[in-house]
């Protein structure tokens, strides 16, 4: 009799989207294993009404499901990457990150204000790189999902946001009525240490049945963004962005702005020597 193994997810569109994606990729590597979801409520997601800048931020959408693998009611968890923290609870671990999708952010404005001067987003990263290409304009929150908040901006609650180009894809919204999608470019604002990577988080006394099974570029790129981050002490209410792709390492700190480093990165064991070479030049800290 085959076992199923659960996996521990959200119950949003786009999180359960994304578990389909992972289970479609370990039906392929793993025919022989039956997989299920473990939906879970979060506390997030019910309490619509929290800052998610004043409570932190980081750590708030992987909490339950992490709880889930530590009680053993699920083997595996799947998080948006950029959501997770840079040290994760005793026993557990990433097993790896699917091919990263589009990592860009797009500003989503209503027809009728081509130049927003009401933009939400609870991002703090968001919040400093699009206010320096639209230096006017005043910045409030929404909360929910990705179609909650496409409704809210037609609705009129602000006139412009910001979405992960990744979720758009992932969920395939490509219009919305009374709304344009501008993608902003990696050199304009530099996306969050881990965006558009989907990671596959276990505990750690089974990383051995999982570790290879994923994409070793993606992994690659999202250590290096995630040290980063964790050596400045930073999670996602800082307003920091990074990203590594075909050997070029992009950031964005306040202190210093926009830079651009060189990097060949071929192995894990090189992220923490490329992060002190970084850090030695940026002196941020």
């Not at 009611?73 to 999708?101: N, W």
């Not at 999902?145 to 919204?173: F, H, M, Q």
């Not at 400045?232 to 202190?255: D, E």
């Amino acid at each position: 009799m085959t076992v199923t193994t659960l996996i521990a997810t959200r119950k949003s569109p786009l999180a359960l989207k994304q578990t389909a994606m992972v289970r479609a990729c370990l039906a392929e590597k793993l025919p022989e294993q039956r997989f299920d979801n473990l939906e879970l409520n979060t506390k997030v997601d019910e309490r619509l009404n929290w800052s998610l800048e004043k409570r932190g931020g980081i750590g708030l959408f992987t909490k339950e499901l992490e709880e889930a693998l530590i009680e053993r009611r699920a083997e595996l968890a799947i998080h948006s990457a950029k959501d997770m923290p840079t040290v994760l609870p005793e026993g557990l671990a990433i097993a790896g990150y699917l091919s990263r999708a589009r990592v860009n952010d797009v500003l989503v404005h209503r027809k009728d204000s081509p130049n927003p001067q009401i933009i939400a987003s609870s991002s703090p990263r968001r919040q400093v790189q699009v206010g320096l290409l639209y230096p006017d304009a005043k910045w409030t929150t929404i909360r929910g999902n990705v179609g909650t908040r496409l409704r809210k901006i037609a609705g009129g609650e602000c006139e412009a946001s910001l979405l992960a180009a990744a979720g758009l894809d992932r969920l395939n919204i490509t219009a919305f009525e009374g709304l344009e999608f501008i993608e902003l470019s990696v050199e304009q604002v530099v996306p969050a240490p881990g965006q558009a990577a989907i990671a596959v988080q276990c505990r750690t006394e089974d990383l051995s049945k999982y570790k290879d099974l994923f994409c070793n570029e993606t992994k690659l790129a999202v250590t290096l963004e995630k040290a980063f981050l964790k050596r400045l002490g930073s999670g996602c209410q800082i307003p920091v962005g990074a990203y590594y792709n075909k050997n070029t390492f992009q950031i964005y700190h306040p202190k210093v702005g926009h830079r651009t480093f060189e990097i060949t990165l071929m192995a894990i064991d090189q992220v923490e020597h490329e992060v002190d070479v970084i850090m030695e030049q940026l002196r941020i800290i």
